[in-house]
């Protein structure tokens, strides 16, 4: 296991990814208001197809951390990543062939929903792990 003298560079990389999704999110609701039920679901279609491009980077990146540090609980905190990367292809798929049209309330609530319970739960619970060894290490 690695120590984490180098944890604030880091965090501060990881945080600054963070808030970009947070901004996609913000966008993805913003959809919610557009009256135009077309130019709702392109911007929907768009930022979600951003969004999944962008989590794939944010989530590789995260989880090369938790090797390298030797986190304990990263095949659990991997296995969300991999079960959120499925849900949001499916929508993807569904979205692309015209199966199944859905709100941007919908996009909305799903990734919103998911990333605030993981960015509150696992990610906060890494972070602690991170600061912890670097505490140590200090």
């Not at 919610?32 to 929907?44: F, M």
């Not at 799903?110 to 906060?124: F, I, N, S």
Request: glycine content about 6%.
């Amino acid at each position: 296991m690695k120590r984490v003298d180098a944890y604030g560079a880091e965090y501060e990389a990881l945080s600054g990814q963070n808030k970009h999704l947070r901004v996609l999110l913000q966008q993805l609701r913003g959809a919610r208001n557009i009256e135009d039920p077309l130019g709702a679901y392109r911007l929907s279609c768009e930022t979600l197809r951003e969004l999944s491009d962008y989590v794939r980077t944010y989530f590789a990146e995260e989880e090369r951390l938790m090797l390298e540090y030797g986190y304990p609980q990263y095949h659990a905190h991997r296995r969300e990543h991999v079960n959120f990367l499925e849900t949001v292809l499916e929508v993807e798929e569904a979205m692309r062939t015209g199966e199944e049209l859905t709100t941007p309330g919908f996009f909305c609530d799903m990734v919103g929903d998911w990333w605030e319970k993981h960015a509150l739960g696992p990610d906060q619970q890494f972070a602690a792990y991170l600061l912890a060894n670097a505490t140590a290490a200090a």
